[in-house]
């Protein structure tokens, strides 16, 4: 049986804590494309490399796409089986959290062309994909006050 190719890769949910407000979630806009006109907000997501865990691959694109300096120790996993069928693929995501208190960082301006910390209660009214309301909604259930 032939199937469609898998791509693994990771998606990883940036929380900023705030002392004296609703705590953040860091979203990334892709830039408008004749499939999506108006473009769209995503976390951090990427492939993982040969070679790499899923843990390296979540700090290494934390820092590629946002600067943001994180430990692999600091990352929280969250369970569960993520895979969504595209037309031409398979995508099978590690699913990721991580804190940060940190309110400045650069985007990478070949990936995305706008940021923002989004109110959690906000977060899955900006989502353009199916796939990331699903994630959000697994990570919101797995973040602390």
Known sequence: MVGKPVKKSVECWIIRRMVDAEDAVLLLHVAASPDI???FWQPVTGGIKEGETSREAC????????????RVEDIHQIPGQWEFELPHQVIRKDLYWVETYEPALRI???EHDDWKWVPVSAVEA????ESNR??????????RP
């Open 59 to 70: 700090v290494r694109e934390v820092y590629e796409e946002t600067s943001l300096r994180i």
């Open 126 to 129: 900006e989502l353009y994909w």
């Open 37 to 39: 006109p108006t473009g």
């Open 134 to 143: 699903r994630t959000w909604a697994a990570v919101r259930d797995y973040l």
């Open 108 to 110: 990478a301006p070949e």
